[in-house]
């Protein structure tokens, strides 16, 4: 069962460009989580989604970020307009339902993907 | 709002040793969920250990366990014989109880542990 998987691990851009980041979650799980890593920080929430809704978004800045979980594909985020303050590491993590895994289930994941901005 | 702090940036311990590492958090819930993971050099989030509020008992994985003080909102981790894989950085987290917050987990800023030779 492979484990959550992102791409890409490594990622430039120059300043005003896009930056797509993507979030296969585990086999069966359905919510996905995305956080950010600054450096020498520790993890910082930014959205948690289900299929095709977003749960809580309370974590993501206001302007040019924005998040997704299509029915069919990835998780994506999407940061536009990249400015030098994103470069970090971005973490997703996924698991079941609450509801089957429970509130004590923990979130696996993914190796991360490193935005560097130019 | 809930919060977790790591009030130990860095520690050190030597291998074969027991070391302790603290953490705090404030919640106005009841009934939540505790977490310690570990993030080594190649960056990947492996949880270590995990806790229910509502059970007394410490939880223990091997020679991890932790000391749970739910009145005083305390949760360390204690890690014995102490080995050269277990350097990393250390992220103690807070999840909600289930129909309350959402299912996030809030992070601590982490403790960068080094066990020396």
């Known amino acids: 069962n492979a484990g959550v998987m992102q791409n890409p691990r490594h990622l430039v851009r120059r300043r005003g460009q896009e930056a797509r980041l993507r979030c296969s979650p585990m086999k069966g799980h359905s919510h996905v989580y995305w956080y950010r890593q600054l450096p020498e920080e520790g993890l910082k929430f930014m959205v948690y989604l289900q299929k095709e809704n977003i749960i809580d978004e309370s974590g993501m800045p206001k302007e040019r970020f924005s998040a997704e979980f299509p029915k069919e594909g990835p998780s994506i985020l999407r940061i536009q307009q990249v400015v030098r303050g994103d470069s970090a590491a971005y973490f997703c993590?996924?698991?079941?339902?609450?509801?089957?895994?429970?509130?004590?289930?923990?979130?696996?994941f993914g190796e991360g993907s490193r935005l560097t901005v130019l | 709002a809930q919060t977790v702090t790591q009030s130990q940036p860095e520690m050190s311990v030597q291998e074969a040793e027991t070391v302790t590492l603290s953490c705090t958090y404030d919640t106005s819930e009841s009934n939540y969920y505790l977490f310690w993971y570990k993030q080594p050099p190649s960056r990947q989030m492996i949880l270590v250990i995990r806790q229910e509020a509502y059970k007394q008992q410490n939880a223990t994985e091997n020679r991890f366990s932790v000391n749970f003080q739910k009145a005083a909102k305390s949760f360390s981790l204690k890690i014995s014989d102490s080995q050269l894989g277990d350097t990393a950085m250390y992220f103690c987290a807070f999840r909600g109880g289930y129909g309350g917050a959402t299912n996030k987990l809030i992070f601590g800023t982490g403790t960068l542990l080094a066990v020396q030779p």
């Open positions: 993590a996924s698991s079941p339902p609450p509801r089957l895994a429970g509130m004590a289930g923990e979130l696996f």
